[in-house]
């Protein structure tokens, strides 16, 4: 009955079997998402102040994030509102499933929601008889599909139109044409029915706000409030890191979100639940539930240096503008949340033995670090999460190979003793005629075939402190 | 008359004589004393950067070593290697040992080459001549770590005979990495095909950069790609002169 956590995420076998059609759509996507982006941004002088403030926030939440969660959990009480807190995956979805069955639901409507991704919800669900169906246009492309969200905010972003049409072909048995609007058009049909007859809503939440215990949610196409307000039921799944202790602080977010995210001053619909309803006429669901999800976050807050990841607020930007992410796309990082925020969080909830390739899959270019809305310094923590790996830490046990343990004691021993590392640069160039083709060295063998596969190596050719020797020799240049 | 020791890196020991002989004809030109430590070897950044912190101190050790020597400054071709001298060895050392004290002394004086010449001596002219379309890859911890963002094209702007032709995307790593190229084959190649392709429509006959392991990956592309667009270290451009062109 538990969702399926994956045992291994074989980064570098996915990356070499890329289905062809990903990184145009992804490319096609996030361009759009970065160009939005810069100019929201431009817009705003103080933009460099407002992330250092939302940086900031962050930080003194996640430090006190006991005294807050306390805090919005009286409130959220106090509003009328049942709260359940979940240690782990499994026990959300327990508790989300036991909920269901106590008011006899059969049909759940769902706004997007990372949390219910990480947690495997909707199989879940499914597994005990209870139809759950997400109502974000994404959303509801990928759970045609069967497949997880391959981006945070735009989960379908690796199909195109046509392969949307397609799905929507096959599965609702029509004829569906590769138009957007179209698309858009026969979903909201099918979902429509699917409002109206829902017994409960599930949703996550961008933000929750201790001080008054307010769930925020962030949304464009609408659906999330109909999720919210049609069903006399509401059940919110929010890990526990989405905090915040005041409304003060959540107008930082609320700037620094959609810019970061789509390039949009604010989004669509910004709704604030506070509780169930409380009287009669009034909008909005009978019961309210937030479940505060952990699945690992105390964990990560042990951890002075990985626990940076928690003050994420999921908008995507650093996907957006990561080369190796729009040339791999979401599937390869294996798990819930992708992108380079996925490189750092799932190693930390998964483990570095089943995510032990995804902190290596970067270039540690800092272009993430760069945009991210609240200053996650995600090259730093990708190093950090390597260490953990190469050499283990107080967290977990290294889990690097043996081969390349070897290769890294054999590295540091010539590196460190200048005269091995001499005699090696002198000997290099010996193997030149053996692979030489204009000028270039291809063809060679392992590890550095990876590299000439690709493109070739320049020749050898040590030939610096040769000639600065001669030089000196020649009193042209200061020996000292 | 200024003092300065070169860092060759290993990659520039290895592949990149002539630009090593450029980057001493160029700072002698400018009237700068030069040492060379010959102990020097690698500053253990491909260490480092794959999680053997552990191993990294000895490969530190002798670099620090080698250049205390002098307190002379220190010179690299390159932002990425000297960046990992400047921000990352501090934190290889626990306070109060010697590496520590070592680490602080040789963080506070070591540059990257184009860093040296305009931020230290004020130079963006050296003479160069190079009538060519030029167009600039700037890369990654040149740009982000060590934070040149002006640097290079402030010494290209001065180059007599220069037209500059910006990428379209300037700011996006070649793909590179280091051991990413032998870790990750695949993207690394994706990601170096699509610099490769920036460059060759920029209609430019030349591309610089300021880093040896970035130009071996998008020299090496642009030749697999049967381009005749030049890829060189922005030394080699700089040492152009009239004669040579």
Not at chain 1, 54 to 82: F, W
Not at chain 2, 74 to 93: A, E
Not at chain 2, 182 to 192: G, K, L, N, Q, Y
Request: with cysteine; glycine share 8%; aromatic share 8%.
């Amino acid at each position: 009955m538990t969702h399926e956590v994956p045992t291994y995420i074989g980064f570098e076998e996915y990356s070499e079997h890329v289905p062809a059609s990903i990184p145009s759509a992804v490319q096609q996507a996030t361009d759009r998402f970065v160009s939005g982006r810069a100019a929201r941004v431009a817009e705003l002088p103080q933009w460099e102040e407002l992330r250092q403030i939302g940086s900031d926030i962050r930080v003194h939440t996640i430090e006190n994030m006991d005294v807050y969660l306390i805090q919005l959990e009286e409130k959220v009480k106090a509003a009328g509102g049942t709260v359940h807190w979940a240690e782990t995956a499994e026990d959300a979805n327990q508790i989300v499933l036991q909920i269901a069955k106590e008011h006899n639901v059969k049909t759940a409507v769902k706004s997007k929601s990372m949390a219910t991704e990480e947690i495997g919800l909707n199989h879940f669900l499914e597994e005990a008889g209870i139809e759950a169906i997400e109502t974000d246009l994404g959303e509801y492309i990928i759970q045609l599909a069967g497949t997880g969200p391959s981006h945070i905010i735009v989960p379908a972003v690796h199909l195109k139109k046509e392969e949307i049409a397609a799905l929507f072909s096959e599965k609702l048995n029509i004829n569906a044409p590769a138009d957007p609007i179209e698309l858009a058009r026969i979903a909201r049909e099918v979902l429509r029915e699917k409002f109206l007859n829902a017994e409960m809503g599930i949703s996550g939440g961008n933000f929750l706000i201790a001080e008054t215990g307010t769930l925020v949610m962030v949304t464009n196409e609408g659906n999330g409030r109909m999720c919210t307000t049609m069903p006399d039921l509401h059940v919110a799944v929010v890990g526990i890191d989405k905090v915040l202790p005041n409304w003060e602080s959540l107008t930082v977010f609320l700037k620094l979100l959609a810019r970061s995210a789509t390039g949009q001053k604010l989004s669509t619909y910004t709704q604030f639940i506070t509780g169930p309803r409380r009287a009669e006429g009034e909008f909005g669901p009978k019961e309210f539930h937030l479940v505060l999800l952990d699945n690992g976050r105390s964990n990560i807050l042990r951890d002075p240096v990985g626990r940076d990841v928690l003050k994420c607020i999921r908008c995507g930007a650093c996907a957006n503008v990561c080369p190796v992410y729009k040339n791999v796309g979401g599937f390869a990082y294996g798990s819930f949340i992708s992108g380079p925020i996925g490189a750092i969080l799932s190693p930390q909830i998964l483990g570095t033995q089943a995510a032990r390739e995804l902190p290596y899959a970067s270039t540690l270019c800092g272009a993430c670090a760069d945009v991210c809305p609240v200053k996650i310094p995600i090259p730093t923590i990708l190093r950090h999460l390597r260490r953990r790996v190469a050499q283990g830490d107080a967290f977990a046990l290294s889990t690097i190979p043996v081969p390349i343990r070897a290769a890294a004691n054999l590295a540091s021993l010539v590196l460190a003793r200048n005269w091995i590392y001499r005699l090696g640069a002198r000997l290099l160039p010996i193997i030149n005629p053996f692979f030489r083709k204009n000028d270039w060295l291809s063809g060679m063998p392992y590890p550095l075939n990876r590299w000439t596969n690709v493109r070739p190596l320049p020749q050898f050719g040590a030939g610096f402190r040769k000639w600065w020797k001669v030089r000196s020799a020649k009193g042209t240049e200061s020996t000292r | 008359m200024p003092k300065a020791q070169l860092f060759i890196t290993c990659l520039g020991d290895q592949f990149y004589t002539s630009t090593l002989q450029n980057m001493t004809r160029i700072l002698k030109s400018l009237g700068v004393e030069l040492d060379f430590p010959p102990d020097q070897t690698c500053c253990g950044q491909p260490l480092f950067n794959n999680g053997f912190e552990d191993k990294t101190r000895a490969v530190a050790l002798n670099f620090m070593h080698a250049f205390s020597k002098s307190d002379a400054p220190i010179i690299g071709p390159s932002g990425s290697c000297v960046s990992m001298i400047k921000h990352h060895y501090l934190s290889l050392f626990p306070e109060g040992t010697q590496g520590h004290t070592l680490a602080v002394d040789i963080s506070s004086r070591i540059f990257e080459f184009t860093e040296y010449l305009v931020n230290v001596l004020n130079v963006t002219d050296v003479g160069a001549v190079y009538p060519h379309k030029v167009t600039y890859h700037a890369t990654c911890h040149y740009l982000r770590e060590m934070g040149l963002k002006t640097e290079a094209k402030a010494l290209l702007n001065s180059v007599k005979g220069l037209e500059f032709i910006s990428l379209k995307e300037e700011e996006t790593c070649c793909g590179f990495g280091g051991s990413f190229t032998i870790t990750f084959p695949e993207v690394s190649r994706a990601m170096m095909e699509n610099k490769v392709n920036d460059i060759l429509a920029s209609g430019a006959d030349t591309v610089v950069m300021c880093e040896p392991g970035c130009l071996m990956n998008v020299a090496g592309g642009l030749h697999k790609a049967g381009s005749t667009i030049r890829a060189m270290h922005i030394i080699d451009l700089l040492a152009s002169s009239e004669e040579s062109v």
